[in-house]
């Protein structure tokens, strides 16, 4: 069973577009998170979620928006995409506790935008 | 600005042997910082942390070094296994600031040689 599912693996689209990249966990955390690995393999963290409630969004474009139906799944969807886009898109969750600072990552999702 | 770095972005070591990731930050707020280990096509998986109050850490073969003057922190594995092959991050966050946010370096690729 995987702990932290992202949907699609792998996703090429062309400018101007919309998509979105599911999250899920099944670790029963409440925290989770999306981070942005660039091409010069920064991996920066975009925003957090805290069950359902937005408390962390950093300096990312208003394209990007996040969504929290509960505390188990975290979408991100990209209107208007753009080519400074590509990158491979991280979730992430933490659980209540977070003593160790340990995050629990998904495998990514690789965007790639034409 | 590039607050946590991990200048070296590749290590070769021979099976055995030690391998030593280094990392530097900048940013004196910080005072818990972690390693995360990461495969190709896998998200980073954490490794082992250390707190501002401590300047070792050990778990197995891994151990954590910090020294806070220096701002600089490093990670020991030993002996080094062909299975510790793959990239290696550093992370930090200024939790007593009440800021979690993990602040990442950009990875050491650590190639152990059998």
């Known amino acids: 069973d995987t702990a932290v599912s992202q949907t699609p693996k792998y996703l090429v689209t062309q400018m101007g577009n919309d998509k979105s990249i599911k999250c899920e966990q099944n670790l029963g955390h409440d925290t989770m998170y999306w981070y942005k690995q660039d091409s010069k393999k920064f991996l920066k963290i975009m925003f957090s979620y805290n069950n359902k409630e937005l408390i962390i969004n950093e300096t990312v474009p208003n394209r990007f928006s996040p969504k929290s139906p509960d505390k188990a799944h975290l979408n991100l969807h990209i209107n208007s995409l753009e080519l400074g886009d590509s990158a491979v898109y991280f979730c992430?969750?933490?659980?209540?506790?977070?003593?160790?600072?340990?995050?629990?990552f998904g495998e990514g999702s690789r965007l790639t935008v034409l | 600005d590039q607050q946590v770095k991990q200048n070296s972005p590749s290590l070769s070591v021979q099976e055995g042997r030690i391998s030593i990731l280094n990392c530097d930050y900048t940013?004196?707020?910080?005072?818990?910082f972690l390693w995360y280990k990461k495969y190709p096509a896998e998200g980073p998986t954490f490794l082992i942390s250390i707190s501002s109050i401590k300047d070792k850490n050990e778990d197995g073969r891994f151990t954590v070094f910090l020294n806070k003057s220096a701002k600089h922190l490093s990670l020991h594995i030993v002996p080094s296994q062909p299975g510790d092959s793959a990239v290696y991050f550093c992370a930090a966050s200024a939790r007593a600031f009440g800021n979690e946010k993990l602040t990442f370096g950009t990875g050491t690729r650590l190639t152990i040689i059998p």
């Open positions: 992430a969750s933490s659980p209540r506790d977070r003593s160790t600072g340990e995050l629990f």
């Open positions: 940013n004196s707020m910080f005072d818990y």
